[in-house]
């Protein structure tokens, strides 16, 4: 009784530290992909606001 209560206590302590270590593991993730993605997508941006104002400055030049 006192095996089968110790081994059920450890049981639900391993399958809580392993269900907070994947949400964990799952969070860092996620945020990590979403900071990579909005950084790409900000650079990409960034770059097109400085081909067109490139672009428009040379146009006023020979304009």
């Given at each position: 009784s006192l095996a089968?209560?110790?081994a059920d206590?450890?049981?639900d302590s391993l399958a809580d530290s392993l269900a907070d270590?994947?949400?964990d593991s799952l969070a860092d993730s996620l945020a990590d992909s979403l900071a990579d993605s909005l950084a790409d997508?900000?650079?990409d941006?960034?770059?097109d606001i400085k081909l067109v104002t490139k672009f428009g400055e040379d146009w006023?030049?020979?304009a």
């Open positions: 089968d209560s110790l206590s450890l049981a270590s994947l949400a997508s900000l650079a941006s960034l770059a006023m030049k020979t």
